[in-house]
């Protein structure tokens, strides 16, 4: 660190930045600029200089300092982050709507409604609106939208229709036949969800309908790739398997040294996504458009088009808050394939936890279920489970071999390594671990190990393997 | 040994100025004083901390990367496993050894390769799933629990009142 180097007055220097999300890039500015010319240089037509906020060194510079008061180097990397509640300012200002200050979070979801109502009041856009032909070519007139149709013709059709788009605005103008809408999706949704194959038919559905429809509101955004890695990277995996090809990676060892504990907890980040799976939209809901994949429909034309017209108060923030139930599914999904599988369920406390015991076993039934969906309708090409996902469900299967006192504990699963770990979940069997091992503990005490607790821990974690368990002890 | 933990922060603290980490920046308080850091972290997408930022003082023992470091929440917040005066309470900012309680394996707690990168991603996954089993603020525990609508009204305010004090 030299000191000399920021003193240096009208030094153009080279910044990296690294937005919340999207890729780095750099940028050239000399260190006697303000914070607020900066701004002004990375604004762009959607994102203005007053909703950017950055952050260097664990600070958030303020728009009337210089660069060189925060001693800002050649190569250094500030964060670029969109303030919410600017964003959400400028929602407000565009449908002069005050204290609007939500961008689709919780109860107040509802005043994106609101808003969106408003919205579509204006006599002007009324007028548009009743024009079917000018609602279609407003939204012909985005890309994506038309890519969307193009390679969809039911959407197609849909959006043709204009008894369809009328009906939609009708619906979208009037709260208490909106929010029943919504419901009903939500509902049918899950009556979907309930029957075989249902499933893999949403999931068919997001692939082809909503992804396409996403990328088209938020178009600066890069793929959903980034969201994918993003989620792997959560999840702690590291590599990701071949298309095409069975992934016949290695489960990694639960038991390996700690460098990998580092991680343990970043890979539980994905964790409490599961449940949302099964509970269907209200799981995730920040808005009641993001619990629900179809809300590309059920704020139909509308919110496209608005989008369009560039006017879109909800397209705005419900790009934001666009997630709904299959992005807790993208993640597990992603572990069942991905080959870190073992790692977050190798996480010790687990076992003295009940209700995450309870949580996995939930899971454990919801991946049979999408097993036996599976098999009825083989006949979908993008219904077929990640490789990884079978054995993951026949490691659970395997519960009640690791409970009986069998000395090896090694269940039938294919997946050996992980079943040992289930084996060393304390909660899971019937009998005391005292029982059960008795015979190993013995045998224990025989060689000189003589702290009880402990040589029951690593028989524990040995899953009864005496060897294996001294090796644990003389490390421990 | 301390000019070990110095050089080894340095090192730290010049990687994450050139390569930071999504979700967190990381500074001096002091440039003189390489022990006690300034955090900013983000709040993580698709949670309820999304759109805060909540500043954080990181201090280091001498003894480090023998010790762990501690880390305090200098913006309010609220979390099962922060305490309400901000002190951070996950298992790896524990001085090594075992727990006599028996919560923690050695293996959870602190160890010498931690470093602000890994303790850092360790608080954003935190924040996104809290651990209840040895909650610091029980009465956040509790309510994460028990009344989730209500836990997950204040977390949200709190976020956006920490972006407004900005």
């Known amino acids: ?476 | 040994m301390t000019d070990h933990s110095t050089l080894l922060l340095k090192k730290q603290l010049k990687e994450l100025t050139k390569r930071p980490v999504e979700g967190f920046s990381a500074g001096l308080v002091d440039d003189n004083n390489i022990f006690e850091w300034e955090i900013m972290i983000m709040g993580p997408h698709d949670t309820l901390y999304e759109g805060g930022f909540f500043r954080a003082i990181m201090t280091f023992p001498k003894e480090y990367p023998l010790m762990p470091p501690k880390m305090r929440f200098t913006t309010d917040i609220y979390h099962p496993n922060v305490y309400p005066n901000g002190d951070v309470c996950i298992s790896i900012l524990h001085p090594p050894g075992e727990d006599k309680y028996g919560y923690e394996q050695a293996s959870e707690r602190w160890s010498p390769v931690h470093t602000v990168e890994t303790i850092l991603i360790s608080v954003i996954s935190m924040l996104s799933s809290p651990n209840d089993e040895s909650p610091a603020n029980i009465e956040a525990a509790k309510e994460w629990r028990e009344n989730y609508p209500s836990y997950k009204k204040k977390v949200q305010r709190i976020a956006r009142r920490s972006a407004e004090e900005m």
């Open chain 1, 1 to 476: 660190m030299d000191e000399a180097e920021s003193t240096a007055p009208q030094q153009a220097i080279v910044l990296t930045i690294r937005p919340s999300s999207g890729s780095t890039f750099t940028t050239a500015i000399s260190t006697d600029s303000t914070v607020l010319q900066l701004k002004e240089k990375l604004a762009t037509a959607d994102l203005p200089a007053a909703s950017i906020r950055l952050v260097y060194s664990g600070r958030v510079l303020k728009d009337d300092d210089q660069l060189s008061v925060y001693s800002i180097k050649e190569g250094h990397t500030l964060h670029m982050v969109k303030s919410a509640t600017n964003r959400a300012n400028e929602q407000a200002v565009q449908t002069v709507r005050p204290n609007a200050n939500s961008n689709a979070a919780g109860p107040e979801g509802f005043d994106e409604q609101a808003m969106m109502r408003g919205f579509l009041e204006n006599p002007a856009i009324r007028d548009m609106m009743s024009n079917p032909e000018m609602l279609r070519r407003v939204m012909m007139s985005n890309p994506q939208t038309r890519e969307v149709m193009e390679n969809n013709p039911e959407v197609a059709q849909m959006l043709n229709d204009p008894a369809f788009l009328r009906q939609s605005l009708d619906m979208a103008r009037n709260p208490k036949l909106m929010k029943q809408a919504l419901r009903n999706n939500d509902r049918a949704l899950s009556n979907m969800e309930m029957i075989p194959g249902g499933f893999n038919h949403l999931r068919r559905m997001y692939h082809n309908v909503q992804e396409p429809m996403e990328a088209s509101r938020s178009a600066p955004q890069p793929s959903t790739d980034d969201l994918n890695e993003r989620f792997a990277a959560r999840l702690n995996a590291d590599t990701r398997p071949n298309a095409g090809t069975l992934n016949n990676t290695a489960l990694p060892n639960p038991w390996a040294p700690p460098p990998r504990r580092n991680n343990a907890a970043g890979s539980m980040g994905g964790f409490p996504g599961m449940p949302g799976m099964g509970g269907n939209g209200g799981g995730m809901g920040f808005n009641p458009f993001a619990g629900n994949p179809f809300a590309a429909f059920g704020g139909p034309g509308a919110g496209a088009g608005a989008g369009a017209t560039g006017a879109g108060s909800n397209a705005a923030g419900g790009a934001q808050a666009f997630q709904n139930p299959f992005a807790a599914l993208m993640g597990s999904q992603g572990m069942g394939g991905g080959n870190q599988a073992a790692n977050p369920f190798g996480f010790p406390p687990m076992g003295n936890n009940p209700e995450m015991f309870q949580q996995m076993m939930q899971f454990n039934q919801m991946m049979r279920q999408m097993e036996q969906q599976q098999q009825p309708h083989t006949s979908q090409p993008s219904s077929q489970l990640p490789p990884g996902m079978p054995s993951f469900a026949n490691m659970f299967g395997g519960f009640p071999p690791v409970a009986q006192p069998s000395s090896t504990a090694q269940p039938t699963a294919s997946s050996a390594p992980v079943a040992t770990t289930t084996a060393a979940t304390p909660a899971v069997p019937t009998q005391p671990p005292e029982e059960r091992f008795e015979m190993q503990l013995a045998s224990l005490r025989d060689m000189g190990f003589s702290d009880n607790s402990r040589n029951l821990r690593a028989l524990l974690a040995s899953g009864g393997d005496v060897e294996s368990a001294i090796e644990f002890l003389l490390r421990m």
